[in-house]
């Protein structure tokens, strides 16, 4: 079969892409995704993520890891991410963040023009379906519907609070341009009657509504294989499902939309990447582009747990289960309850020292015991707040671990690599703990847990960050924009040397931004889509 444009990868930014460019019904589109519908109730429901994220089955998750972190005293990270229609926005805390100003700011100054905050930002609104309603920095008419929280629980009102009392400053907005402050995150869910309080995937808001178009073909459980080229174009993928090997052509574009860790991927099985990565797998190279795959950045995340007598919240035990129950049922009546959080209900941006000029960490106040991705389960009630660095230092690398196109890459973060993520994230773990010590959150303490205590010296803090941080789900830039040598897109995202192919996910981020990269996702991909529309005379560019 042949297409206008074949998407490969139905996440965040293919799910936007394949939506906007339908709506020119004279373009046909194919959308290619490893993954299924997306629809199911471990999906629909926020809470039920605790199903899926620790990758038990791998039920809608790549469950991908690392190789050994030196920084991390040898071990293997643990990376999941969405496999579905939706893609990780299928799978995560629902957080609806932009990062801060500067962020976008910094690609411009980086060389990537059109990709200021005031250039992006439109793209922000466009995709918005905002709860609070439209103005300079929000939406009120895109797909992605952006909810206050439905029914926070009160120990999130409390680490608010207890933030304040230590004179951080409140915020209500954190997607303005700036971020400093505490509060409640905003949410990626559904606020009107008919799906109040389900998830709003990039797939549920963008293109479960407009699947059936006749000139949208979307094909889930289709693992891509390698892009297929005439020279130096992009002529099609292979993909393979079930056990048939597959073609589809595309007489435009093909986008691929596979994400931080398999785009690359994708990239190098296909001839595209550093010749001497290549030649180790006895891949032929189609095109010399040394900067694929490299320039991987992610938060690593460390976290501080207490437990509590508070069973208004998430726990383990009998107790817990008959009030799970209640929560369920009122879920499924009207949309609220426990089942409708996102877990991390209260947000920080905070800086470690006043100096700095915009915030070097970020919090996630969650309404229950975290440890290990929820691999290592703890009776009882408690909760726990995450700590990241949140502009890394350090660079890792995607690359083949075979040239099997169905085995995982070789994921190397190399987390704690430069010294200075190590000093950011002690800073950082100290002004959480006195947070989660405040006054304010007295009523809701018992033990604290993973054996910290007071008086702990850096080196202490350090072992403890070695031996238990892992990442927060943000990897980025292993297909960085820009124009110099290891720039793989431009800034129009085309891949650099080649024609017909573009990269559009967060695999673009020159830098990571100060936040969740969900919503940046679904922007770079909104961006994107007016880009190829605007370069095929299709439509003009978002005002």
Not at 33 to 48: D, N, Q
Not at 158 to 186: C, I, K, M, P, S
Not at 321 to 350: C, Q, S, Y
Not at 464 to 487: E, F, L, S
Request: proline share 5%; with cysteine; charged share 25%.
């Amino acid at each position: 079969m042949s297409y206008d444009y074949v998407i490969v990868g139905g996440g965040s930014a293919g799910s936007v892409l394949a939506a906007r460019l339908s709506e020119d019904p004279s373009v046909k589109v194919c959308l290619l995704e490893a993954g299924g519908a997306g629809k199911h109730i471990l999906i629909r429901a926020p809470a039920a993520v605790v199903a899926v994220l620790p990758g038990h089955g791998n039920i809608s998750n790549w469950a991908y890891e690392t190789v050994p972190q030196a920084g991390l005293n040898g071990r293997k990270g643990y990376q999941p991410r969405g496999k579905a229609l939706g893609g990780s926005s299928a799978i995560n805390a629902m957080l609806y963040v932009r990062g801060h100003r500067s962020d976008y700011d910094g690609w411009a100054d980086l060389g990537c023009d059109g990709w200021s905050w005031d250039e992006v930002l439109p793209y922000f609104r466009r995709a918005e379906n905002n709860e609070r309603g439209a103005d300079g920095f929000h939406g009120d008419a895109g797909p992605l519907q952006v909810s206050e929280q439905n029914d926070p629980r009160p120990i999130s009102h409390a680490f608010v609070e207890a933030a304040t009392q230590l004179q951080h400053r409140r915020r209500e907005d954190f997607n303005t341009g700036d971020n400093e402050g505490v509060g409640l995150y905003q949410v990626t869910q559904f606020h009107d009657k008919a799906r109040h309080g389900e998830r709003c995937s990039a797939a549920a808001g963008y293109l479960h509504p407009v699947i059936d178009r006749p000139n949208l073909t979307v094909i889930t459980r289709a693992h891509a294989t390698r892009i297929l080229f005439d020279g130096k174009r992009a002529t099609g993928v292979a993909y393979r499902q079930g056990r048939a090997e597959k073609e589809v052509r595309a007489t435009r574009e093909v986008l691929l939309c596979c994400g931080a860790f398999n785009s690359p991927q994708l990239l190098q099985l296909s001839g595209v990447g550093n010749p001497d990565d290549l030649c180790l797998h006895g891949i032929e190279t189609v095109h010399d582009l040394p900067g694929v795959g490299r320039n991987l950045q992610d938060h690593l995340d460390f976290i501080l747990s207490h437990k509590s007598r508070d069973t208004d919240n998430f726990g383990i035990g009998a107790a817990a289960t008959v009030n799970l129950i209640k929560h369920i049922l009122r879920w499924r009546r009207d949309g609220g309850g426990m089942v409708a959080t996102p877990f991390a209900e209260g947000a920080g941006f905070l800086k470690t020292d006043p100096a700095l000029d915009r915030p070097d960490i970020q919090l996630h106040f969650v309404i229950s015991i975290v440890d290990d991705h929820a691999r290592k389960l703890h009776l009882g009630h408690g909760f726990s707040c995450h700590v990241c660095a949140l502009r890394p230092y350090s660079r890792g690398a995607v690359t083949l671990a075979s040239d099997n196109p169905l085995a995982a890459p070789a994921i190397d973060p190399r987390f704690l690599s430069d010294p200075r993520d190590l000093e950011t994230t002690i800073k950082g773990a100290r002004m959480a703990r006195a947070i989660l010590q405040a006054p304010a959150l007295a009523p809701y303490r018992d033990k604290e847990l993973f054996g910290l205590h007071n008086g702990m010296s850096d080196a202490t803090w350090e072992s403890h960050i070695r031996a238990r941080a892992d990442t927060i789900y943000h990897p980025v830039g292993t297909c960085k924009m820009g124009g110099d040598d290891m720039a793989v897109v431009d800034p129009r995202l085309r891949v650099r040397g080649m024609q017909g192919l573009r990269v559009v996910d967060a695999s673009v981020m020159p830098t990571l931004i100060g936040g969740n990269t969900n919503a940046p996702t679904i922007m770079i991909a909104e961006k994107a889509a007016d880009m190829i529309r605007e370069e095929s005379g299709m439509v003009d560019r978002v005002s």
